[in-house]
């Protein structure tokens, strides 16, 4: 079986392009954390409207969900929370 290889750094740059740094293998591979504490869960996640492939949904005002099948690790959600609730981690 190959290995796959992934990015350690993403960066979403103003222009909307992804910016990559550090590769590592699929052993260590960045994903998307909520840390359920930081999120006041009093309003509609706004992180959700900018996931480009709809990996965040929320059950009321709870915390987003991450569905980490569908997460690119795009890095777009974690920019765009003012709570920091949501982070990429290895």
């Known amino acids: 079986m190959p290995i796959l290889w ?4 993403v960066t979403v740059k103003p222009c909307g392009c992804i910016y990559t740094m550090n590769i590592k293998s699929e052993e260590n591979i960045m994903k998307l954390v909520i840390i359920n ?7 509609q996640c706004p992180a959700m409207r900018v996931c480009p492939v709809n990996a965040l949904s929320q059950n009321n005002f709870d915390a987003p969900i991450v ?3 569908k997460c690119i690790r795009c890095g777009k959600c974690v920019k765009l929370c003012p709570m920091k609730a949501l982070v990429l981690e290895s």
């Open 37 to 43: 504490e930081r999120c006041p869960k009093n309003h």
């Open 67 to 69: 569905d980490l099948e």
């Open 6 to 9: 992934y990015c350690d750094k």
